[in-house]
């Protein structure tokens, strides 16, 4: 069996070895390709080698006659002929046998690229069979790349109003899409083509003309740090992406508003939501002389506090209200927490007297809930009295006015003067008449917010002495009450001066009424 070493010579870049071999199976029925030093064992001795014109190909720059040389030893060689457009042949006698195709005929052969720079493209950096964009041109430019090679390129410069993607026309090489405009080389390329002569590609981009916009924020009922309500940016653009816009809404001006809290931009004046990092939108305005308006809105949200009220003086209990929602039912004498807003309407409604009070209604306003002397005053004459909430109202007590009581007379002052007196007959101290000395004494004690509950007398029933003592003890417990008469025991002579005059249960009632009255 012989062995045989192929090799390539100068300007060849493949060929293939047809010869037999000894084994069962042909190991290469359509023949060895042989791209680089190759080794072919178990070549029948003798046997007939066949190398085809064909099934030869040249580098760049090379063309055919192609000569074919032998060696025994690899080194001393023997051409045995040279391919045109047939064969050549050669036996390969026993042992080992070198084989060498080429040097191929250095030729004029060119594979060229041509590069046309379409609409929009400026300017375009490109690399022969190099991934480096080593060279800029700005005209239409041609490059020899050999045989398989590739010519890389990036687009340096666009023409005003293109931009992505560009087109390669007609496409080749990898897949053409996008080609970067910012000067970084990337791996796009354009193919040689497969055989000598020029391949020319038309780069085309896309138009894309520039978009002007202008934005505009409505305080919406607050005001910007400058004392306006609106504010306007300049006149904006964007290229490309049909003029889609995402304007990014911190670029607008925080505005205040008394009472609210800001809460973000809405679509419009009603707007519940806002815009959530961005405000997203389309223009279709070419000139910067007429841009897109658009306008946001800010979204208010009531600020929430927290104010006290507490009934005072004369008010045993009332209700009170929030913008007309009942907040509280108040029945005591202490503070009780609502919840307010800045322009918030507070109304006490359902109001339960003391007796003896009325109105008008005060309200009391005071620093915190430990003071005394209010800082300000509100009266109200009314029966549902009210305020509007402010920071200087967040303690306030409402009292009512305490009403005048009426002096006691058995009937008036003349004819008191002239019946109950020395002479005349006791009999003119009607049951009806102590009944109502016994009323005013508890319209008086209820009045100071006491008590002073009695059992009337029928019509002909005896006044004793216990229940003239009676009397005479719940006057003593009213403020400022005058002189009273000594306590009546059984027996005890009933005189006139103990019910009318200096000293009687009528004068020392009258003193703490006026008492009352005055104070």
């Not at 085809?52 to 080194?75: H, K, L, M, N, Q």
């Not at 006698?93 to 060119?110: H, I, L, M």
């Not at 019946?419 to 009806?432: D, E, W, Y």
Request: some cysteine.
């Amino acid at each position: 069996m012989a062995t045989l070493y192929c090799r390539l010579g100068t300007g060849v870049s493949r060929y293939v070895v047809h010869a037999s071999y000894s084994t069962a199976t042909d190991p290469y029925p359509n023949g060895a390709t042989i791209t680089t030093s190759r080794t072919l064992s178990y070549v029948k001795d003798n046997s007939t080698v066949t190398i085809r014109a064909s099934e030869t190909e040249c580098e760049s720059g090379y063309t055919f006659p192609v000569y074919v040389y032998t060696s025994s030893d690899g080194s001393s060689w023997t051409q045995v002929d040279y391919l045109q457009s047939g064969t050549v042949t050669f036996n390969v006698g026993t042992g080992t046998k070198y084989v060498r195709v080429g040097p191929a005929t250095a030729g004029t052969t060119s594979y060229k690229v041509k590069v046309v720079l379409g609409s929009g493209i400026k300017q375009v950096g490109f690399g022969v069979n190099a991934s480096v964009s080593s060279n800029v041109s700005s005209t239409d430019f041609t490059v020899d790349v050999g045989a398989g090679g590739r010519l890389y390129i990036n687009i340096a410069r666009y023409e005003d109003g293109y931009t992505y993607p560009v087109i390669a026309t007609p496409s080749s090489g990898s897949a053409w899409t996008v080609v970067n405009a910012n000067g970084v080389y990337n791996d796009h390329y354009i193919s040689a083509p497969s055989s000598p002569g020029t391949r020319t590609v038309t780069l085309t981009a896309t138009y894309a003309p520039t978009y002007y916009y202008q934005m505009h924020a409505d305080a919406n009922g607050g005001q910007f740090a400058d004392g306006t309500t609106a504010w306007a940016s300049s006149v904006l653009s964007t290229r490309g992406s049909g003029g889609a816009v995402n304007y990014d809404v911190s670029n607008f001006p925080t505005p205040i508003r008394g009472g609210y809290t800001f809460v973000g931009w809405g679509s419009s004046a009603g707007a519940t939501t806002t815009y959530d990092g961005t405000v997203s939108f389309v223009t279709n305005a070419t000139s910067s002389s007429s841009p897109k308006s658009v306008t946001v809105y800010a979204v208010w949200r009531r600020t929430e506090y927290t104010c006290y009220i507490k009934l005072g003086s004369g008010i045993n209990s009332a209700s009170v209200y929030v913008d007309g929602v009942l907040k509280s039912d108040i029945r005591d004498k202490v503070y009780h927490a609502i919840s307010v807003r800045y322009d918030s309407t507070i109304t006490v409604k359902s109001i339960a007297k003391a007796t003896g009070y009325g109105r008008p209604y005060t309200f009391n306003f005071y620093q915190n809930s430990t003071a005394t002397t209010p800082t300000a005053t509100l009266v109200r004459d009314m029966d549902e009295p009210y305020y509007g909430y402010s920071t200087a109202r967040f303690y306030a007590e409402i009292v009512a006015s305490k009403s005048s009581i009426g002096l006691f007379y058995w009937s008036n002052s003349t004819w008191d003067a002239a019946n109950i007196k020395k002479g005349q007959p006791i009999s003119n101290l009607t049951a009806g008449r102590w009944n109502n000395l016994l009323a005013k004494i508890k319209e008086l004690a209820e009045a100071e917010g006491g008590s002073a509950p009695y059992t009337g007398v029928s019509s002909g029933a005896t006044i004793y002495a216990a229940t003239f003592n009676a009397a005479r003890s719940a006057i003593s417990n009213r403020a400022g009450y005058g002189p009273l008469p000594s306590a009546q025991e059984k027996g005890d002579e009933v005189k006139a001066a103990l019910f009318e005059g200096s000293g009687s249960l009528k004068s020392a009632l009258n003193a703490a009424i006026n008492h009352y009255n005055n104070s």
